[in-house]
């Protein structure tokens, strides 16, 4: 980051800087020059790095098949009517069992796979969900800690089923997820059935298999992912102590877990409502936790084969309020214009693209973003993330009725041939999935955003913030060494040391926030999401007093004398505000660059507002109002509300605290790091931030 | 006419002589073949070749063979093989529905790719000498890179956990190695008939190598004449076990698929191998029969043997034997001819279902953990249905008990913790003495020796399953260890599972019987089963960084020796003269507009560009860039115009 900064700076000073003067070191003068010119650099920089991430959809590159052998829809289908009609006799046979008999409908699926010539097995687990543990945060997925009194009265029962491939080694295997809720399962989700049991039927008979094929029904009752997790956690760590689980129920489970090598892969299909459009709708889900992405050739090998061969329509998630804001459509049109100028000065310049295309690439891009910056997987294949299986869900959405008789044979014919191309490009591969990116944001299913590409937007937003630290502690520092004329206190490189002390405590406040919520969910009784979030609202506030109140330097309310510098401090805050935003990049650049987008300005604008007010300047009254305006937006709460309105779900009142601590619990319950973020990096710097808007100078 | 007799007598004498020396010993070369085939409970069938080849011990051979593969005795005496196999394997064997219990799956159930191993008769420092020849050796007799076994990372000398006690044996195995046509064709080269006649010209590669399962093996052992001053005979064994699926037009699933050879291999025996002294074909009906009637002495008894309410073979059999809980039909193949080839075929009237035998406990292995770090290896034995049927239990201290030996050999880069080792027993964990009864290990070195752990288990008979763990770490390889090409991950060996108190053997009372495939049924043989080999996904290096570093380092080059150039050359003083002259220069308007226009068309500029201090100087002063941005913007402002019209 930073070296790159530095190239930056490079070509910064030979086009503009190129003083006749006498150099005696670029690099120097290049950063005194930089340093003293500092609030327009970040002005522009801010600039630039919001324009970057606005000018990202037109940076998008089309996909493509980067690992050859895949070789997507080069095998011709193999699938006959006789699949296709045992996929359309299990689901009759499922909707048959629901008017006659109750509960069991495993056996039934398990009998199926079993006839196929599948190994099939039942699985128990604990729908119990993940419980937030300070010291378990980033431990890997292994640390479900499991119950000592387990009771039978839930449990949910996985069934499995594996294809051993007939000359393979074993060595490796394709997991086909299908989520099914076993007691109320409805009609589209028995249509994923349907697909599954054709292409199972088809594959247990074929001989170019070299992985052996698992196919996983999860018990939806749960959930989509915790099944899915807990059948993951089975397959990688199993306990061999004894469990109680096994002991539950008629269903006899009693039979060995059976595993089939490493998972190569891992596909999760959900049937799910009908399709808006014309034709059957497709859409993919990739996002894991943290922000990590399945390979990028796992979603083009799905995309070509929907598209080119199965006549599906693609789309990936995106925001649904920004396709019809009028400044972004108007902000496309711009670039749409400045396109077509680019283009008839040199023909070579084709960057332009239509406004409506724009509108829709930057709808998803954001919702990309938002996605991987939550930090919470997108679906049930964000489980296989954890053990480093690539993995995606597929979400489909036919145009019929799920009673309609004639269109469903398409239907699974269909839906099979996807599976059946996609199963077989993965299996064709020798190797891991290595050659396509890991790291990109996608503005459609085939158009994809490189790191290399999206981390320019980064990159200038971050760079003013170390430019300015340094000009407001040279600023600083003259100002200490003018107002105390003691020479002894004029240890001149000693004067961050007050204000790193304050930094420093209030980071301690924001660790010790982020784990308050663990106590809180200690303490006895049910309480209500708005009660605890009352509670830890309290307890903060009352924190932030004592620290205030013990460390005499900190507080803004303190005398004068006491009091350190703002420059100084404000020049603390923003390179710690740098260090963590540089961080966060590292373990989840969606969530550094919207932190980015909120802290940097934030920092930047952050000043005394005591000053302003007494000058009484129309400048400097901006500024205050400005920098009181950010900070709260840059409240945490406040985000989220504001976040939730563009989402179009308004949220008012002490509801929001409720709302906010659901919000938060999920974020940790996840694991995200996005939940560390907000606590020990944001939260910090926005308070330091509000010190420095009423500090006493 | 005397003169004629006279001189014919020499002649007489020196071919009885010859003779005499050629048929010397009692015994002659023998060799043998047959086929056994098996329907198994899965409708699939298993088809088993047995070629035998027997060099009896003589000292008159001298380097002369009749029948015997002279690569293979040359082999022998070369590198002085006392015993040798040598498996190349496709598929997995299924212990579930193939059988784990009998003298054939016990034998004949190989790892994936390639095993090899070896017990020499040389002294004790020339063994790991003779077994790199070796390998070499047979890697070029059989097109194969066993060659790779060669390495003191990728072979073990196991001492007791094989099976084999011996000091003088080594062991690997590749489970890489694909096996194809062209390991078959050498194989098959060892034959006297190699597979254009007798039984081995069923051999269709498609239809072998379309099979579920594909298991080559060459058996080589010595035998020790006993007398002084005569050498070592040697019987190699060659066995080809194939698992295939009939290929069946009747919709229902319960129905067995009948077949005949034909249909199985595309082929029909026209007649043996002249040079085998017998030439056979068996067929074995598992389960079920064996409660049938015990006396086969009337006609029509022996006739309702093979054709009956159940099914119906095609041909009559030579003879019919029967073993506790199976049937075998012999075949001779020798009256089949070119007008009337030998097809055997089986067609199933009614559904019938049985099981095969299978092992007291029945293995699987895995890999446990998840990331780059640390992992372990589990290997989970569980109890079969048959397991309290079967013999072999052994009651010490009033306690009866399962003997279960455990060999393993890890890579190096699988850096094991042997102290972390785990017992469970029916989800118990249990302490190392309890059931640890005997245990070897010699841990890996890096980059020069595979570890090995050898075990005895020794579990209580009702035991429902047993689960041991180990932990490993990963290690680093250098840089040229690895593949080429990115890589799915290094392999970890099968393990092997044995019994040393279970012994299968098929022995079906037929004292006239001196097939070869039938006394080595007749042999107790330990059971044993191999678990699956295991990948594991070792961190690979950012193989680009080399490229990386080689860049970052020229560019810090470029940048060091071009200051450092630039600050020896430089004489500030005539420099800053040279700068204010000039900037005293008005610059060429022409030529910048020339030059803006090439930018923008995205051609190259024309004319050389001028000396870049210069042109910076000029850049810096503000009217200037006023008037560059007017020019520009003029410029653009023509060529949009210019463009539209």
Known sequence: MASEKRDKEEEEVKTDDGSPKIKPRPIVQLGIFLVAHSPVFSVVFSAAGVLALLILPLLAKNTYISENALMPGSARSMLSNRDVSDGSKLVKDIKNYWLNHEGQVQKLIGKYMSDMGAEVYYQKFHPEGNQF?????????????????VSCASYGVNVAGIIRAPRGDGKESIVLVTPYDFINGGDYEALSLGITSTLFSLLARVTWLSKDIIWLVTDSRYGDYRPVAAWLTEYHSPSFKVSDLLKCGELNTADTFRRAGTVAAALVLKVDGRSERFEDTLSIYAEASNGQMPNLDLINVVNYLAVHRQGFYVKVEKVVSLLSSSWLKIIGEIFEAVGKLARTLNPDWNFGIPAADYLEGSATLASSLYSQALGIPTGPHGAFRDYQVDAITLKISP??????????????????????????????LLEKFHQSFFLYLLTSPSKFISVGVYMIAFA???????????????????????????????????????????VFALHLLGFIVTLLPYFICQVPGQHSPRNRSIMWGTTSSSLLLITFAIIPGCSPFSSRHHGTNWAVLKSVTISAAFIGLCLMSIINFATAEIGALLLVPTCLMAQPIKPALRSRRIKSLLGAFCSMVLLTIGFPVMFFAISKGLFGEAVVGLSLGGEFWTWLESLWAWKSATYLYIGMVHLPCWLLCLCILFHPS | MASLIRSWIPLLILQSFLVAIAFGSKEAEEFSEALLLKPLPDRK?????????????????????????????QLVQKFRVKEMELSFTQGRWNHEHWGGFDPLSSMNAKPVGVELWAVFDVPQSQVDTSWKNLTHALSGLFCA??????????????????????????????????????????????????????????????????????????????????????????????????????????????????????????????????????????????????????????????????????????????????????????????????????????????PSKWSCQQAPLQATRFLMGSGNERGAIAILLKATESQEKLPGRVVTDGRCTIKANIFQIFPWYVKVYYHTLQIFVDQQQKTDCEVLKKINVSPSTDKVSSGMLEMMLELPCEVKSAAISIEYDKGFLHIDEYPPDANQGFDIPSALISFPSHHASLDF??????????????????????????????????????????????????????????????????????????????????QLLSRLTAKIRGRPIEPPSSDSPAAQSSFLSSKLIFKIILVAGAAAAWQYFSTDN
């Open chain 2, 45 to 73: 069938v298993l088809a088993h070749f047995h070629f035998e080849n027997r060099a009896p011990p003589s000292n008159s051979h001298g380097r002369h063979h009749h029948l015997f593969p002279k690569a293979i005795s």
């Open chain 2, 509 to 590: 009372q037929e004292e006239l019987s001196k097939s070869p495939l039938l006394s080595s049924f007749k042999e107790k043989s330990l059971v044993r089963s191999y678990t699956e080999v295991l990948l594991v996904p070792l961190t690979t290096p950012d193989f680009s960084m080399p490229y990386n570093v080689i860049t970052i380092t020229c560019t810090i080059f470029a940048l060091y020796f071009g200051s450092l150039l630039n600050v020896l050359r430089r004489r500030i003083g005539e420099e800053e003269r040279f700068l204010k002259s000039q900037g005293k220069k008005t610059f060429g308007l022409k």
């Open chain 1, 460 to 502: 200038l937003l971050v760079a003013p913030l170390p430019m300015v630290a340094a000009s407001l502690y040279i600023e600083g520092c003259k100002a200490l060494t003018k107002s105390t004329d003691n020479p002894t206190e004029n240890l001149k490189s000693w004067k961050w040391l007050d204000a790193a002390k304050q």
């Open chain 2, 145 to 350: 890179s066993i060659n790779f076994l060669e390495s003191s990372t990728s072979y073990a000398a196991p001492t007791w956990g094989f099976g084999t006690n011996s000091d003088k044996l080594r062991y690997g195995s590749l489970p890489r190695e694909a096996v194809c046509t062209e390991n078959l064709t050498p194989w098959l080269k060892l034959l006297p008939c190699r597979d254009k006649d007798g039984i081995s010209a069923l051999m269709n590669r498609p239809s072998v190598y379309r099979g579920f399962y594909h298991s080559q093996r060459l058996h080589l052992s010595t035998v020790e004449s006993g007398q002084e001053g005569l050498g070592s005979g040697i019987v190699l064994e060659q066995t080809l076990t194939v698992v295939l699926q009939p290929e069946t037009t009747s919709v229902e699933t319960n129905m067995q698929p009948s077949w005949s050879l034909s249909s199985l291999f595309g082929r029909k025996v026209v007649g043996s191998c002249v040079l085998a002294k017998s030439s056979n074909v068996y067929l074995q009906l598992e389960g079920r029969l064996g409660h049938e009637s015990k006396n086969v002495d009337t006609e029509i008894e022996a006739h309702k043997l093979w054709k009956n309410a159940d099914f119906d073979l095609s041909l009559k059999p030579d003879r019919v034997l029967r073993e506790s809980s199976s049937l075998l039909f012999i075949f001779d193949i020798d009256k089949s001819s070119d007008s009337e080839p030998f097809d055997l075929g089986l067609t199933w009237k009614l």
């Open chain 1, 133 to 149: 543990h300070p010291l378990h945060f980033f431990s890997g997925p292994d640390s479900y800690t499991l119950l000592d009194n």
């Open chain 1, 399 to 428: 145009r019929f009725p799920p009673d309609s008789k004639t269109r469903q044979h398409d239907f699974f014919l269909r839906g099979a041939r996807l599976l059946e191309g996609t199963i077989r490009s993965v299996n064709n």
